[in-house]
């Protein structure tokens, strides 16, 4: 099948595929894409199909056997009267997805309970924070410049939002969750886990989605560091700990998240912010943005027109 690619996803894992030779110069770079068909010999896909692929950053792709990585994210149609295309590489994607097996399928937060969730404007943040308000949460978000909290706050509407920019961080986060945290979403790493570290209650749970602030650190083993400075709180607090490998959902949990998802959205429960930049030459200014907090929401790149 050949496609045109649309809109190309730009995401903190990539860089840790760089990192770790999966990306070979001269190849091109992964990427997963909305894309319309042009030619297709699949069954099922016609030319005008909306698909969601993986043509990496390129204008044109081919897709099927033996040319797509990623086997457990395969090709698959997009309705274009469901939801605005883009969102099949977010909120209806793998990043809505990772929220819900995080929150919904993992944590299973109680009401009343105090949730935390770090990078809470990001593309999996700000549908983390939401369906733990929609579960009944105190909801408290981490995020970094005043305007993203704001959005958290005021938009997605979780009770509060921490900048970890903020030089009295820590006592602000605490002074926000009087109550202890009970599920800690945890996006980034770094300065902002430490913060949360000494917050959790007994039998905390935590979900493990990524380290985005220690993608750019070449020479340490990033989750030992993780698990070694709280190692102590998390044996005495009986915290536990659940890593989270968004392709091990897509079997057991893809088409009930996309049903609730879809109904949330259509009946307004759901807000979600997205960050396009224009031209596929844009892609690398943009990547390195995204890492370093400078764009808003959920970050793609519009390499052709809808
Ligand atoms: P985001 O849109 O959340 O972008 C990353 C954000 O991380 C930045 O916008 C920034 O937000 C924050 N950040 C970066 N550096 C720092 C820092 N030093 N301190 C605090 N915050 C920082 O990306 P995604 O939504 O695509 O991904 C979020 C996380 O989920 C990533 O860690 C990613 O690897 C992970 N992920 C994991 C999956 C899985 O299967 N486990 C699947 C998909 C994603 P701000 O400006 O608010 O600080």
Sequence with gaps: MLTRTIYLSLDPYQWGRRRRGVEIPGEVCHGRTVSQVLQSRIKGFEAGDYVFNTNGWQTYGLTGEGISDFGYMLPRKIDPNMAPISSALGILGMLGLTAYAGIVVQCAPQPG???????????????????AKLRGCRVVGIAGREEKCAYVRDTLGLDACISHLDSDFSERLRAACPDGVDVYFENVGGRVFEAVLNLFNINARITLCGLASQYGAMNEDIMQVWNETGADIF???????????????VVSHQDQFLAEMAEWLRGGHMHYLEDISDGLESAPQAFREMLAGGTFGKTLVQVSAD
């Design 235 to 249: 044996s005495r607090r009986n915290v536990i700990v659940h890593p989270l490998f968004v392709g091990n959902f």
């Design 113 to 131: 309970e105090t949730v935390v969730i770090s990078a809470a404007s990001g593309g999996v943040g700000q549908v983390a924070g939401q369906l």
